[in-house]
């Protein structure tokens, strides 16, 4: 359960909904093992009651953790979802079985409406996760492919564990369609002390899901405890044993190349975060724009109303564009 005490009362809880695993860590021999030990630390450090694990196109690792750690990890997954104009919609679903996932494989071939229309139908939560990546940013109709999607979608991912301008994009369009916002770190192993949350009052997985899916959640940050260290150790001397042989001589110089291979995971995560950043603000900037013209394009297009009439509404629905995107 996730409950935080033993009261009747139901608790507010908080859960990292968003988080990716690095490969190693997948390794059934000893990778599993240092995964649990990990998430233990994780939970205690950051102050929260849960998380998901949402790699992509994989749940294995998440079942394999959730049957260690009962009550405490969401079983997730996070798809590209094929769409128009050879772009990817990143989305991520909640609480999964096998049989689901595989559904879902085969789903997310045939474009965000069906996926989107299969994951209502079973009563599965699932939200926006990314908002540039897989998109084109040199087309022109990546701003109209926003706009036909996001209606697919009652919740978004506004909250990383250190601010970007995509969690701000992200913010903003929450406002302006009235979604559900949702907090995630990314990945299970940050350099950043904050960690992102999502907060609702349950007291199991499937009453939190359902809050949700019933936008009553709101998101927050939470830092790890001092004496925590920002990145667990990574057991690199037993990594060492799968590719050096038992008679290596130099241990001196294993040893010291540990830390240069604890920090590849941390600047190829940073790398990767700050690109992204760089490409959501033409992004931003054409969907605004697309946003204007579209709503000067219905009102003035009507039939049904005067003239003066038309230009009070236009002025209030320009006015809502600025308030939620300035």
Known sequence: MLTKNSKKKVATVRVDLHNHTPAYMRNPRQGQKDLEN????????????????????????????????????????????????????HVIA?????????????????????????????????FLARIAWGMHLA???????LDQFLPYFDAIKVLSSHPNQESKFASQICSYY????VGGSDSIICEYSDKAYTKAKADSHSIFLQALRRKEVSVGRTQELALQKKTPP????????????????????????????????QANHHYHLQKRDKSVLPIQTAFVDYLKSKETRQVFQSNSLSSEEKNLLWQERISKIHECFS
Request: glycine share 2%; hydrophobic share 45%; net charge positive.
């Open 38 to 89: 990990l998430c233990l630390q994780i939970l205690k450090s950051r102050s929260i009651d849960a998380f998901a694990i949402t790699n992509y196109h994989e749940i294995k690792t998440a079942l394999a953790l959730a049957k260690k750690l009962p009550g405490k990890i969401i079983v997730g997954c996070e798809y590209q979802v094929f769409e128009q104009e050879a772009c990817t919609v």
């Open 94 to 126: 909640l609480d999964l079985t096998p049989q689901l996932h595989k559904n879902l494989l085969h789903a997310r071939l045939r474009g965000v409406k069906h996926f989107t229309s299969f994951l209502k139908e079973k009563k599965i939560a699932y």
């Open 139 to 145: 087309n022109e109709k990546t701003a109209v492919l």
């Open 178 to 181: 009235q979604l559900a916002p």
């Open 234 to 265: 990574m057991n690199w001397h037993q990594r060492w044993e799968e590719f050096w042989p038992n008679n290596f001589q130099w241990p001196a110089l294993r040893d010291s190349l540990i830390p240069f291979f604890q920090w590849i995971p």
